[in-house]
């Protein structure tokens, strides 16, 4: 990108200066966003590797428990070494899943946004739309 470049906006006519310098207040803005989206893509980045590590370290655990629930030899395992092998997993598990939590944005941030709690609730009323029984028998008593 060139250099920056001073524009003297006593040169440009008086009817057309606001917005020349509209459109420089813009620029810059546009320029700290950008520089601030490039550090976000760089963090985003190494959380990325992070989790591509945790990802192949629990898929060799689990090639490991398929190897030995459905090996060669897993009919001559006996029942305590299978939950051996079971508790080894989970341990691992754990292992992972408390690394992940580690590498979270620490901000407590969540990526999903309140508003996609809210499900299709159509145009029920407040209370929810529920009557009782007994206001449905009151409404159609005579």
């Known amino acids: 990108m060139p250099a920056a470049v001073e524009i003297d906006l006593s040169a440009i006519p008086e009817d057309q200066r606001e917005a020349v310098a509209a459109l420089l207040r813009e620029r810059g803005e546009l320029k700290n966003e950008a520089a601030s989206l490039k550090d976000e893509t760089a963090i985003l980045r190494s959380e990325t590797a992070g989790l591509k590590d945790i990802i192949k370290r629990l898929e060799h655990l689990v090639a490991e428990l398929n190897h030995l629930v459905h090996g060669k030899r897993s009919e001559k395992l006996s029942e305590d070494e299978r939950q051996l092998a079971f508790e080894d997993l989970e341990t691992a598990v754990a292992e992972a899943n408390e690394q992940k939590e580690t590498q979270a944005p620490s901000d407590g941030t969540s990526r999903r946004t309140a508003s ?16 009782s029984g ?3 028998h009151l409404t159609l008593a005579p």
Not at 116 to 131: F, I, Q
């Open 116 to 131: 996609s709690a809210k499900r299709n609730r159509g145009n029920l009323p407040e209370d929810g739309g529920v009557t």
């Open 134 to 136: 007994l206001e449905i």
